[in-house]
């Protein structure tokens, strides 16, 4: 029986998140009013992006995430976000780059949702079509990361800037399908906090990187 069916996923980790969501949310309240205004200052509203992905036990949800590309982008181009895609505002830039755009899933995770950890929410087109080893992923709650976010954590630069959804649909979509299934074989909290620590330390480098690559570009050390 895999740990998916066990008494942590299906109660125990949901508890932790509600608390430690809540927490959170009342402590970054005021980076979600800095991001709100930013994001409307720079490009209107709304300053969320809302649209459906496959859930939890296979129920769809509406993900909450701060929007980073122009309104109606998925009426523009595709669902995978090519390398320096014209969809994204300036803003929008900056918070993908720091993924700070994802706080915004805390609304997701105090819902019942999401969770801190668990496998990337993904698009209806794809989860609907999970073959029988596949549908395991739909066992544990989306996450923000989980071992196939850590091993593509700049998916945007696998892609490249054309052809997005194909290069995503043909050469990464099953190799981070393997990656989901691995995490809901072993979900367990050790499973869950050594991957929360390993994503704080991938964040903060790409961060950095970003940060500092921008200064030396501009001339700046």
């Not at 998140?17 to 980076?31: G, H, K, R, T, Y």
């Not at 976000?81 to 609304?107: M, P, Q, W, Y």
């Not at 906090?193 to 950095?208: D, E, G, N, Y």
């Amino acid at each position: 029986m895999g740990k998916y069916n066990g008494i942590y996923n299906r109660l125990v980790k949901r508890i932790i998140a509600l608390v430690l969501s809540l927490i959170l949310f009342v402590v970054l309240l005021p980076v979600f009013i800095i991001i709100s205004i930013a994001v409307a200052v720079d490009s209107g509203f709304p300053v969320f992006y809302r649209a459906p992905r496959g859930g939890y036990k296979g129920k769809p949800f509406r993900i909450f995430k701060f929007r980073t590309m122009v309104k109606d982008a998925d009426k523009i181009g595709g669902g995978t976000t090519a390398l320096h895609d014209s969809r994204i505002t300036k803003v929008g830039g900056f918070l993908r780059k720091t993924k700070l755009d994802e706080i915004a899933n805390l609304l997701c995770i105090i819902k019942g949702d999401m969770c801190f950890i668990g496998p990337r929410p993904e698009l209806l087109q794809y989860t609907d079509n999970y073959d029988e080893a596949e549908q395991v992923i739909l066992k544990v709650r989306p996450g923000i990361t989980d071992y196939s976010s850590l091993e593509f954590i700049s998916l945007d630069e696998i892609v490249g800037e054309e052809n997005a959804d194909e290069y995503y649909e043909k050469y990464v979509l099953k190799e981070k399908n393997k990656l989901r299934i691995r995490y809901a074989e072993s979900v367990s909290f050790g499973t869950d906090v050594r991957l929360f620590a390993q994503t704080v330390w991938s964040v903060m480098k790409k961060a950095l990187k970003f940060i500092f690559v921008k200064e030396d570009k501009h001339g700046v050390h």
